[in-house]
């Protein structure tokens, strides 16, 4: 059995840092859509429906390295509940950034819209055209996307207070050139 590691591994540190941008710019331009009738919505959904399929795609990828490859060990000074949160809140992220672009594909689905990512390259339906479905869905997708950016700000106040207030090497083990630089120092 080999020793466990202190840093998250280098695929999942990609995906991560990849993932996170994407994902605050996917939560912004949804706001914007929401909050625009301007001829900048068609651009904002143009550039929403493929970035929503490209995090569906990145976020499968993610989950099967993190079965395949285990999270560093948390301090063993943390207290149980505060190892609890961040199991949970964990999980609750990767079931968020898959439920968000299902639930919209889905929506434009029941809405009988095509989901065209790129020219040529269109999604099939995964549900039935149906109005109340829509409408549901729609729903469920806003409040789904209030929680996604609620749980990405705890995400990183709980990475700052690892990295500024315990200084334990949580963050490091994400972010390695944190690492580096305290060697330096």
Do not use: C, E, N
């Amino acid at each position: 059995m080999s020793r466990p590691t202190l840093r998250f591994h280098p695929s999942a540190r990609l995906l991560h840092w990849l993932m996170a941008p994407l994902v605050l710019a996917m939560l912004f331009i949804g706001i914007g859509m929401l909050s625009t009738t301007s001829s900048a919505y068609a651009l904002l959904l143009a550039i929403h429906k493929p970035l929503g399929a490209t995090i569906l795609a990145l976020v499968l990828v993610r989950i099967v390295v993190r079965l395949r490859h285990r999270a560093p060990p948390l301090p063993a000074d943390l207290p149980r509940v505060q190892r609890s949160a961040a199991t949970a809140s964990h999980w609750l992220l990767y079931a968020l950034m898959l439920l968000m672009p299902l639930s919209g594909w889905a929506m434009l689905s029941a809405a009988g819209y095509p989901v065209v990512l790129f020219t040529g390259i269109q999604l099939r339906p995964i549900a039935p055209h149906d109005a109340a479905l829509f409408a549901w869905l729609r729903g469920a997708h806003h409040w789904l996307a209030l929680l996604l950016f609620a749980t990405f700000l705890l995400h990183l106040a709980a990475a700052l207070f690892h990295g500024l207030v315990r200084r334990d090497g949580v963050l490091a083990s994400m972010a390695p050139w944190l690492r580096r630089r305290r060697r330096r120092d």
